[in-house]
């Protein structure tokens, strides 16, 4: 089984910077995908970024320009960098592993706060 630590959260000002980190118990040579979610307090939750194996990155329109994600698949980590944050970022951001035919858990998440 699948099992995701991520780490990173924090408070930080509009305008500021926090780069989050997913570690992943089981190597990513048997995972194909990777993915950063988020949920704020009242919405569901939505995707944020993916990254394929291979480094393919895919980030949503709403965080385009500002947000990069990337794997190291020699340290099973993979890591959102988010810049330019603001208030609207404010959420509990989670990550997730795809396979072939299944999907991860959800980790415990980590809560990352924007004061405006």
């Known amino acids: 089984q699948v099992q995701l630590v991520e780490s990173g959260g924090g408070l930080v000002q509009a305008g500021g910077s926090l780069r989050l980190s997913c570690i992943v118990s089981q190597r990513i040579h048997r995972i194909t995908e990777m993915g950063w979610f988020r949920q704020a307090p009242g919405k569901q939750r939505e995707l944020v970024a993916t990254?394929?194996?291979?480094?393919?990155?895919n980030v949503a329109d709403s965080v385009k320009g500002r947000f990069t994600i990337s794997i190291d698949n020699a340290k099973n980590q993979v890591y959102l960098q988010m810049n330019t944050l603001k208030s609207e970022d404010t959420a509990v951001y989670y990550c997730?592993?795809?396979?072939?035919?299944?999907?991860?858990?959800w980790g415990q998440g980590t809560q990352v706060t924007v004061s405006s």
């Open positions: 997730k592993a795809f396979g072939i035919g299944w999907v991860s858990d």
């Open positions: 990254i394929s194996r291979g480094g393919a990155p």
